[in-house]
């Protein structure tokens, strides 16, 4: 394996987990020691969250690589989430939630209970997806167990929400600065071979920058991923060598938001690139076509419209273009294809649309319907897709 972290960030070194958490408590811990001032007691501490989505999904037209066809499917899926959060507090939080989904998939929460073509529905599990503790003192901020990416991003192509890792994390949020504010996020976790293995490691650095001219608002984001791989990979669940693949990504994001006639408008750009050089050895398993120089990767998108209140409304399209290695595509997003495995979405490779409208029931059920259609760059893989999801949250 590579040494990315001299060869890439010139020397700097990420910090391991146990370095982290100490720097991260001695740097809060003393600062909020005498809190008991903003404590609160009973019930008041406590938060119980959950939500409940049901969704239906259809598949069509679909090619392999080799050009041959995947039978067309249609089936309905639910993802249910509990968790409870307690903040003693206004610096103190311990958090953890459980999920429905696969003990073997970091990607999906989701599991089939109808399948009209027959097919397989696949296991129906329950898996502890987070737990953590955080401390919070102004505009500093550390957690350290198993939490979502600390990472600012604007959809899932790089990384999806539902992929949770452990280890540990600091950061600085909205820092004043001229005449916008300044957040630092950074951190070292471990990667996720489904709910239960971990392997690797991964380090995490980025700034995030937001200002506001009238009633337009901007953000600016840069940062890394340095993913290390297994030395020794086992066998686990990661499609197209993942697990023993090394990966730094620089991101580069921008988004614009403002309202013309009350109508909410956001523009977005994030680009993606990966900054390794493989040789042909390190390319095993990747999607037919393949390339060592298929290392970078964008979207671009424009949203109007919002989904928060009762009869909000919401209209997006999305263009992206994702090379093969410029994610990582066993923790990318899982929504615009059905290549790979049942519990590892292959999710990168493609070219493709993706169009969206949602709407706000009454009792805040959230209807979210999308279309997808999607090529490979390399070879004949191609498919469309079509889900409409009903969400909703309680407490």
């Not at 921008?254 to 040789?279: A, C, R, W």
Request: with cysteine; proline share 3%.
């Amino acid at each position: 394996m590579k040494d990315k972290l001299n060869k890439n960030i010139q020397g700097l070194n990420i910090m391991k987990p146990c370095t982290l958490c100490l720097v991260s408590f001695l740097t809060l811990l003393s600062a909020i020691s005498h809190a008991a001032d903003s404590a609160r007691s009973g019930l008041d501490m406590i938060d119980i969250f959950s939500s409940f989505r049901f969704r239906y999904e259809n598949d069509w037209d679909s090619s392999r690589s080799n050009s041959s066809e995947r039978s067309d499917r249609s089936r309905m899926r639910i993802r249910a989430r509990v968790g409870v959060k307690i903040t003693p507090n206004d610096h103190f939080e311990f958090a953890t939630r459980i999920r429905t989904g696969n003990k073997n998939s970091q990607q999906s929460p989701h599991f089939t209970i109808v399948d009209f073509s027959n097919n397989p529905t696949g296991a129906k599990e329950v898996v502890v997806d987070k737990w953590y503790l955080k401390l919070k003192q102004d505009k500093l901020w550390a957690w350290g167990g198993r939490n979502s990416l600390p990472f600012w991003k604007q959809n899932e192509l790089l990384w999806d929400d539902d992929v949770t890792v452990i280890g540990a994390a600091i950061g600085l949020k909205n820092y004043d600065l001229g005449p916008g504010k300044l957040s630092l996020n950074a951190g070292y976790s471990r990667l996720p071979d489904g709910m239960q293995h971990n392997y690797g490691g991964m380090g995490i650095g980025q700034w995030v920058y937001t200002s506001k001219l009238g009633d337009i608002d901007f953000t600016a984001a840069g940062g890394v991923l340095a993913l290390d791989g297994a030395s020794s990979p086992s066998k686990g669940g990661l499609q197209s060598g993942n697990k023993a693949r090394d990966y730094t990504l620089w991101i580069g994001n921008l988004q614009v938001k403002t309202k013309i006639n009350n109508i909410p408008i956001k523009l977005g750009f994030d680009y993606m690139h990966n900054s390794e050089d493989y040789s042909a050895a390190e390319l095993a398993g990747t999607p037919a076509g393949t390339s060592a120089n298929d290392i970078e990767g964008f979207d671009v998108f424009v949203y109007l419209g919002k989904q928060k209140q009762p009869g909000d409304w919401l209209v997006g399209y999305t263009y992206a273009d994702i090379e093969t290695l410029a994610v990582n595509s066993s923790f990318a997003q899982d929504d615009w294809m059905r290549w790979g495995s049942a519990t590892d979405t292959r999710a990168s490779d493609f070219h493709g649309h993706e169009f969206r409208f949602g709407y706000v029931l009454p009792w805040k059920w959230k209807v979210l319907a999308r279309l997808y259609m999607v090529e490979s760059n390399n070879n004949s893989e191609d498919g469309n897709r079509f889900r409409i999801d009903f969400n909703r949250k309680f407490w």
